[in-house]
């Protein structure tokens, strides 16, 4: 890592470490390194446009087999793979910081979760999870195959009944709203500091939060392999309203961040 990274890390380090109460935002850059593919950008899931089309609310509800043979792919992708250097960074932090520190990702590969974050909260659903299209809380494990017809079989009313609705992968598709949302705004209200990490900052509303973050009087900052906005060709002022920009892999700058902010915190 050059030097102007490791005093961009320390500066923000110092930024952070006052009473900190931090969210973390991270998008599939994070996972990037244990080796699942982007979205966005030359070799990423959607580049050819086509697998975009198939995670939308519209597509699942015209053809949902296509919709759920596509998210099984993934899924056994994402079960394939481990947690890297980053994930386990942010979890030696959780260790540390407990309640004040809170993240929040957009992926839905559960590599947070399979490190050992407890306290994350992932907007766009979870790809090992099916959940029940009537009883948000009726999730249960996505093992094996899933047939577009297979049916919720919690007990309710008791245990008198069967639930029977429909069951489908606990994925936030395009057009439905995100998950966590009333935790999510308390959260990034509430911070001192928020950082995301390997995100475009293309899908609202996980882009605008720093915007919050910042209103809110946050230290903002972004970790990322490109600067912010470059890739949607974005001169908003969300893009422009991180403090910090810390640029490299996030397996090798996520530590060292998480080091420099446990040595300031003491
Ligand atoms: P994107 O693919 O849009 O952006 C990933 C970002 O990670 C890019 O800016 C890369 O430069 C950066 N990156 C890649 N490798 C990295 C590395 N090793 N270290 C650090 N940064 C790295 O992914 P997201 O922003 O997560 O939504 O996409 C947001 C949402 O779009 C996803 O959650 C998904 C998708 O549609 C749903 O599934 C609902």
């Known amino acids: 890592m050059d030097r102007p990274t490791q005093e961009a890390i320390r500066s923000l380090a110092l930024a952070t470490a006052p009473r900190p109460r931090l969210v973390i935002l991270t998008g599939a850059g994070i996972s990037a390194e244990s080796g699942l593919s982007t979205y966005r950008g030359p070799d990423g899931l959607y580049s050819d446009g086509s697998k975009a089309n198939l995670v939308t609310a519209e597509t699942f509800g015209q053809d949902r087999d296509a919709v759920i043979t596509h998210l099984a ?4 992708q994402a079960l394939k793979v481990s947690p890297n250097r980053a994930h ?5 932090l959780e260790a540390a910081l407990g309640k004040a520190m809170t993240v929040i990702t957009q992926n839905v590969d559960n590599l947070h979760q399979r490190a050992g974050s407890r306290r994350v909260l992932a907007i766009h659903g979870d790809l090992t999870g099916l959940r029940c299209e009537a009883r948000r809380p009726h999730i249960q494990p996505w ?13 309710i009313f008791g245990g008198l ?30 911070c001192t500091a928020f950082w995301a990490i390997g995100t475009s900052g293309t899908v609202a509303p996980a882009a605008t939060l720093v915007l919050a973050a910042r209103l809110s009087g946050a ?13 949607s060709g974005d001169d908003s002022i ?7 920009v810390i640029l490299g892999p996030a397996t090798e700058t ?13």
Not at 73 to 76: I, L, T, V
């Open 161 to 190: 009944r069967r639930c029977s609705a429909r069951l489908r992968p606990n994925v936030v598709l395009f057009g439905e709203p995100i998950l966590f949302g009333k935790q999510v705004e308390r959260a990034v209200t509430d």
């Open 254 to 266: 996520v530590p060292v961040a998480v080091n420099e902010l446990l040595g300031a915190c003491h």
């Open 73 to 76: 792919c993934w899924r056994d």
């Open 219 to 231: 230290e903002t900052a972004l970790f990322n392999l490109t600067p912010p906005g470059e890739e």
């Open 238 to 244: 969300v893009t422009a309203a991180y403090h910090h």
């Open 88 to 92: 386990r960074a942010l979890v030696e």
């Open 143 to 155: 093992e094996g195959e899933l047939q577009s017809e297979a049916l919720c079989h919690h007990l």
